[in-house]
Structures are given as C-alpha cells and as structure tokens.
C-alpha cells in the first residue's frame, strides 16, 4: 500500500500538508510540554497555578514602579506618575520600609477598586547616601484589578490555565503528534523520486544543482528564516504593556516564518533522500568534481613520472634516489634548527630505508643463486619473483626465461639422441636378418666348389664385403650406444699392467702376421685404474685392431703405460701406411677416416667407439698426429 | 638320428640352415613361427631346437616358455639382437646357447654338434678317476689330453698345465704372473705377454668363437678363469 501511495501525488500531498499540521501541532503541544515541566504543572494545584500567573505580573507591575519612583534629601520616597496609570491591570500600590512596615509612599488619589491580588515585591533601595537614616530596603505592594478581557495578560492567563487544565492530555497529545510528524517526514522520503508508472528513481530539477550548493542555499535560507524567526519572537512580551493586535501579526509572522523554513527543510530532505537512492550525494557536489579532478590530473602526472623513472636505466635510478635522499636531508637540517631534531629526523629516514636496503639484498641474493644453480646445470631451477619490481623483477624474469629454454633444448637434445640411437639399432636387426641369408649362401656357392676361377675371385669378394657389412652394423649400434650414454657401466678396479698385457697378448699372433714388432714399456709398480673391463678391451680392441690394419709394415709400434701424478697415461704410437690426410679430431668423427683407406676394411667408427668408451669410464682420450706418426693416449684416474 | 627343429620367419636362412645341417646325422623339421615350434615339439621327439627370437604369431622366447614346460630339449636361440643385455635374458629364460645374426655357418654347425652331444650324454657319462670336466671340455690327466665335444684339441704341455690349473680350481681367477709362477715354476720377470699369449692360444682351440668364449674367460685387467 506504502509503495503505491508512494508513487501517487497527491498522496504526497496530503502527507505534506499533514506533515505541516502536525509539525505545529506538535510545536503548540511542545511548548505546552515544555512549560508544564517548566512550572511543576503536575505537583501543583490550579490556584497554586493562577496565584503564581498573578504574582508573576505584579511583580512585573512592582519593577515598574519602583523604576519610576525615587528618593529626595529627607529619605522620602516620590513615585513619578506616569506609566504606570497606564497600566490597566494596576488597581492600587503602597511603598513599605520592609524592615519596619511603615508606609513610605501611598496612592494618593484611589486609582482602582475591587483588586483580586494583592502582593509583595521586596528591592533593595538606593537613595541619598549624605542622609543617615536610611532604609535597606523597601517593599512595594501592588494590588490588581481582574484582568480586562481581549488583554495579552487575559489571553497568558487563558493559556496557562489551558495547558493546565489539559497538561495530561497534552503530554499525551504531543507523543501522539511528534510520531506522526516523524512518519509522515519518513514517508515524504520513501516516496521522494517514485513517480507512477515508473520504477527508477526519477531525477527532479533540484537534484540537477550540485549538493554541497544546494545545501549552502538551503541552509543558509533556513539559517537566515529561523533568525528572522527568532528576532519576531524576542519582540513577543506576554507583558503588562503588550497589545493583542500586534501579538497576533507577529504569531502570524512566526507562523509564516517557521512554516517556510520548514518546508524548506523539508525540500532539502527530499532532495537529498532522492540522491542518496540514486548514490549522487558525492558525486553531485561542486567539491567532490574539484577534488577527483584534481586528483586525476595529479594521478596522470605521478604516473608519467613513474613511466620515466621505470624507463630509466639503472645508474639514472639509483642516482636520483641518491639525489632524492641527499635532499632529504638538506632539508631535514636547514628544518630542524635544533640538534635533537635533526638525529630524530636522520633516524627516522634510516628507519625507513634500512628496510629498502634489506630487501633489494634479497632481491640480489635470490637472483645470485638462481644464476649459480643455472651455471651448474640445474636448470629447473627459478627465481621467486614475489614482490620484485623494477629491473630486478626484469632480470629474475630473463633468468627464469633462460633456464626454461636450457631444460627444452637439453630435454630435445635427449629425446632425439634416445631416439636416434633406438632407430639405428632397429634398423640395425633389419639389416642383419637379410645379410645373414647373404653370408650363407655365399658360403653355399663357395662349398660348390664352382671350377672356373673368376667365379670363385667374386665369391673371395662378396664374402669380404658381407663380412665388412656385417662388421659395419655391428659397430653402427655400439658407436651410437657409446656416444650417446646408453651403456650400463659397471667400473670395478682393474690392474692396468695386466689390462695391458691381456689386450697384447690376444693381439701379439696377429701382429706377427702383419709383420710388426710390438716393443711394451710399462711401470713395475702396479697401477689400479677404475674402469668397466669388457669396454677398456672394446678399446684396446679397437687401437690394436686399427694398428694392424693401418701401420706401416715391417715397422715398430709402440706401446706404453706411464703413472704421471695421479694418472695412468695407455699411449698407442705407430707409423701410418697411408699419409694422414686429416686432422687428429676429425679421426674420432663417426665415419671419418683418411680418405685413401676408404676402400679398406673398417667402418671407420673403431676410434670413434674407442673414444666414446673411455670417456664413459671418465676417461680422457687424445689423438695425435706428426707426420706418418699416429698416436693415441687413453688416461685414467689412479685410485 | 637325433631331430632338429629349425624355427625361423626368414624361409631364407631357414632353407641355408637346413642345408648345412643335412650331413646326414639329423632328421630336420622346420617352423616358421614360435606357435608352429610349439606343436611340433609336443607332438614329435625332438633333440636340439634351433630358433628365431623375433617371430610373428609366437615369438621364440615365448615359445621357449611354452616348451620348457614339457621338455629341456636344448635351445638355441638366433637373433639379430646382439646386446649383452638380450643374450642374458634369452639365457636366463632357458635358452641353453645364443647365437648372434649374421652368423658363421660352421660356428651353428659347431653349436650344434656341441649342444646334442651335452644333451644326449647327459647323465649316461661316467667320467673317468682323474677326469676334470668343465661343459662340453674333458681333460684325461693320465693321458695328459684334453677333448672337446669327444675330439682331442691337441694342446702343447704348458697349454695343457694352464688349463689343468684354471680347471682343478673352476671359477676362480688366476692373474698372469700367478700362472707363470705355477706352470713354469719361475718368478715371472720380464716374461712380457707369456701367459695371455698362451691363453690365447688355448682359446682358440677349445672355443668355437675365440673372440666370445664359453669357457676360458678373460677378467680384464685381473687374469683368467674358467666358467662352465
């Protein structure tokens, strides 16, 4: 019902009007409150009331009186009379010495009759000092006549007797019209900016004027009405001398008064109830515009300055915070005069930056071993960017970046090894299943016995290159293992002058059949290297292999194991058959070999293996070559 | 007349196979797949299996667990896989000798003659008083000879006291000085390469491949010993 009144115009009509009803009424009945409080209406009895409204106004009377008499030489007491004739409630007055009751001064000429009252006032008298028999003070008795009708007093009188008479009531009466003024106020700003057929608070025009003015005008409007209002109500004297008529322009006038400033105040409520619904209060003020305007302005500069200053390099920042700091305190000591203050100040700043300080050691400090554990391959490892700024943040970031793309490349370069390696050995099984049908059958045309001889040179051919095939794929798969690391090593002591001999013994046969003389050297003291056995044989193997194929017949070769330092040192020299057309390096190159034994036998992958393997072992394996002297050194830590 | 088992997807190396196994001694039977291998040796007496790893239907280490359950007929396998860790695996599942491809003739044929003669004396052989056997190698000390698979390998008398000593004392390692000091009776000073050469020598007649030796083993960079 409230929501569709609410929206009704004339609903807010009525509750405006009832508003200003029952705003006075309340005001009326206030007052009413107020004086029955004031003057102990509910202890008191109605002629209690009327004697105290009447010695109120005598007393008024007896002031003027005694304002207007005086005191001559002799002490005698003169009444001016003027005024006080005037008087209409006055019926009779009599001056007493209230220390000896003696009658001062007495109405010479009977001015009224018939008094309802009679009363005492007592005021200290002040007359001739030269005269010695004085009096302290002088009573004045004032006797009243009934009050006339249509006079102010009848009209006090009329009034007190009525809140008097309804002071329960009235109380009542005033609870009753005090909440109801309230409800009513309340329901104006619900409804404030519900209109029908709409349900959005609607904007007025009022509310078009910025707040914080509006509420000035307002304001000031109410300030000044009430004032005026206050300036009426000081001429109101419910007193002997006032008239009725101007008493009641001047009500009227307050009526008026008030009744403006309320609505008034009531316009402003509204207003502002509609801009709270509508969440303008704020914004809608002059202020608030000027405020958030300057305050953009400002904001645009300071970030401006801040993109400079993050744009800077690293020595223009530091040295403005240096600038920045250094001025701080040229300030700080032209401000502070005094000593004391200047040690408080230069304290307080290093309070301030030590913390700063602090922190960008952390920052450094993280950064630090993020770099260390990047540089010793660890290369999962990340700086915590947590609160970094500027170009600390900028680098923590690129080394982050850095190790992201170390552990992709390592992780590919794994991959594709792995994967290269399991290629050639797959493809390696594919090869041997037909090569071995073609070694066999080889075999089966050579048990022919066929009779002419050119058949028999090409089987002598194919049976050498299926052999050399089949010795190529072998080594294909254990050259790619070796380089790539995926041997099981097992490393156990091994004696390296048994090694040595083991390996010439197995090869000293072969080595008389390609005509070389072997001449070993090799320390007495047994020297214990750390190896896997079957690969340092793959190694020896293969040198030894290669020396038969490659040295120069009818020459010497040399073997020797040499202990320098804490390193056994396998050395391999021979003279070459053919001239070494390629660099020491080269020769541990898969598939490289001096070009001119090509043709031979070999895949070329035998230094290649051998290299590999020792450096499986940790091992550390070098070429040489001077001239037609080729030599090899295989090192292994002594243990 | 002892049966062969020749099982290979390859038709080509299983008909090479068959003709240099047709001497005369062996009925041949051949499988193209570990399935096939499995039925014929349920269903006939077989000898010796000679068998392919890498098969289509049943492979040959399957096919070998499929056997092993109703008979300890040797097997050896033949592959193209020469990694050490795959010769263990086709061992330890019960194959009893592995050969790589591509492979010699006469080394299958030695591996052959070799395992049948094992299978078939197995238990039925008294050795005689101071025989030393080791595999498929028996050394007569009275006769101060030594015979391999029924053959006299023919060693010299040093050859003949190195492998007497690596025999009398069967997988224990021997380093080259300790030989020379137990068969020469000398301390072994300046004897260079000596022991390894003669080693060496030995291997090659008691190995089928001196390169990959069943028995005589080099412990690189300790010495040697005997393993059977």
């Known amino acids: 019902v409230i929501k569709k009144l609410s929206k009704n115009l004339f609903a807010k009509f009525i509750a405006f009007i009832l508003l200003v009803v029952f705003a006075f009424t309340t005001l009326f009945s206030g007052v009413g409150c107020l004086i029955s409080f004031n003057e102990n209406f509910f202890t008191k009895s109605r002629k209690e009331v009327t004697d105290d409204l009447y010695s109120d106004i005598s007393y008024e009377i007896s002031i003027l009186i005694y304002n207007s008499s005086y005191f001559d030489y002799n002490g005698d007491i003169y009444v001016s009379y003027g005024r006080n004739y005037n008087v209409t409630e006055l019926a009779d007055f009599v001056i007493y010495n209230s220390d000896t009751n003696e009658v001062l001064h007495a109405n010479p000429n009977q001015i009224g009759s018939g008094y309802i009252a009679k009363y005492y006032s007592y005021f200290k008298a002040y007359y001739n000092s030269l005269n010695d028999d004085t009096i302290d003070a002088i009573k004045i008795e004032v006797k009243l006549k009934p009050l006339s009708e249509n006079s102010v007093l009848k009209l006090r009188e009329k009034l007190i007797i009525f809140y008097y008479d309804n002071r329960f009531s009235n109380l009542i009466f005033f609870l009753i019209t005090f909440l109801m003024t309230a409800s009513m106020f309340a329901f104006l700003l619900y409804s404030a900016g519900h209109k029908k057929d709409c349900d ?45 008529e101007p008493l009641i322009l001047k009500l009227f006038a307050i009526f008026l008064l008030l009744l403006s400033a309320g609505v008034m105040f009531v316009i402003w409520s509204i207003s502002f109830a509609k801009r709270i619904k509508l969440k303008i209060t704020l914004k809608s003020c002059v202020m608030y515009k000027f405020l958030s305007f300057i305050f953009n302005k400002f904001k645009v500069v300071f970030k401006f300055c801040l993109t400079i200053f993050n744009n800077l390099k690293v020595v223009w920042k530091v040295s403005i915070i240096f600038i920045a700091i250094t001025l701080f305190e040229i300030l700080i000591s032209v401000l502070a005069d005094e000593l004391e203050y200047y040690v408080l100040l230069s304290i307080l700043e290093k309070v301030f930056a030590f913390p700063l300080i602090v922190l960008f050691c952390i920052f450094i400090q993280r950064i630090k071993e993020c770099g260390g554990k990047l540089a010793n391959g660890l290369t999962e490892s990340k700086v915590n960017t947590e609160y970094m700024f500027w170009d600390f943040k900028e680098h923590a970031e690129n080394l982050n970046n850095i190790g992201k793309g170390i552990s992709l490349a390592v992780e590919e370069k794994l991959k594709s090894e792995r994967f290269k390696t399991e290629l050639i050995t797959n493809v390696s099984h594919d090869i041997k299943t037909p090569l071995t049908s073609v070694i066999n059958y080889v075999d089966l045309i050579k048990k022919e016995e066929p009779k002419e001889e050119k058949i028999k040179e090409y089987i002598a051919i194919l049976e050498h290159q299926s052999n050399r095939l089949k010795k190529l794929v072998e080594d294909l798969v254990e050259a790619s293992k070796a380089s790539s690391g995926n041997l099981p090593v097992n490393l156990l002591p091994c ?106 036998e070999g895949s070329g992958l035998g230094l290649s293996i051998a290299k590999s393997l020792t450096e499986l072992q940790n091992g550390m394996f070098e070429i040489y070559s001077d001239g037609d002297l080729f030599k090899v050194v295989i090192k292994f830590n002594i243990i | 007349l002892y049966n062969i088992l020749i099982c290979d997807d390859e038709k080509d190396i299983v008909s090479a196979l068959k003709i240099y196994l047709n001497t005369g001694e062996y009925e041949l039977f051949t499988a193209y797949n570990g399935a096939e291998a499995v039925e014929i040796v349920s269903n006939n007496e077989i000898h010796l299996i000679l068998m392919d790893i890498m098969m289509p239907v049943m492979d040959g280490i399957e096919a070998m667990k499929e056997i092993r359950k109703f008979s300890n007929t040797p097997v050896i396998l033949l592959s193209a896989k020469s990694e050490d860790i795959d010769k263990i695996s086709g061992l330890n599942s019960g194959a009893d000798d592995y050969i790589t491809k591509p492979f010699k003739p006469f080394e299958v044929l030695a591996r052959v003659k070799s395992q049948i003669r094992r299978y078939m004396q197995l238990g039925s052989g008294k050795p005689e008083q101071e025989t030393l056997v080791v595999g498929n190698i028996e050394l007569q000390d009275k006769g101060k000879v030594v015979f391999v698979d029924g053959v006299n390998a023919e060693l010299t008398p040093i050859e003949y006291q190195i492998l007497k000593l690596l025999m009398e004392n069967k997988g224990q390692v021997f380093s080259p000085n300790e030989i020379y000091e137990k068969v020469w009776k000398f301390s072994p000073i300046g004897t260079e390469n000596t022991v390894a050469v003669h080693i060496r020598h030995i291997r090659e007649k008691i190995e089928i491949t001196p390169a990959e030796p069943r028995y005589l083993k080099v412990v690189w960079g300790q010495g040697y010993k005997i393993e059977g």
């Open chain 1, 200 to 244: 959005n608070i609607s904007k007025g025009f009022l509310e078009k004027i910025p707040f914080d003015i509006f509420t000035v005008i307002s304001g000031s409007i109410i300030v000044i009405l009430l004032m005026l209002c206050i300036g009426v109500a000081d001429n109101i004297t419910l007193t002997i001398y006032s008239y009725v």
């Open chain 1, 495 to 600: 004696n390296a002058q048994i090694a040595l001999e083991q390996a010439v013994g197995e090869y000293s046969e072969k080595f008389k059949a390609n005509n070389l003389q072997l001449i070993v050297k090799k320390e007495e003291a047994p020297i214990s290297i750390l190896v896997d056995g079957r690969y340092l044989w793959r190694i020896f193997d293969n040198l030894l292999n290669n020396i038969c194929k490659y040295a120069l017949p009818d020459s010497r070769v040399y073997l020797s194991l040499i202990k320098r330092d804490n390193i056994a040192e396998f050395c391999f020299k021979n003279i070459s058959k053919y001239e070494l057309d390629i660099s020491a390096e080269e020769l541990t190159e898969r598939f490289v070999r001096s070009d001119k034994s090509r043709s031979t």
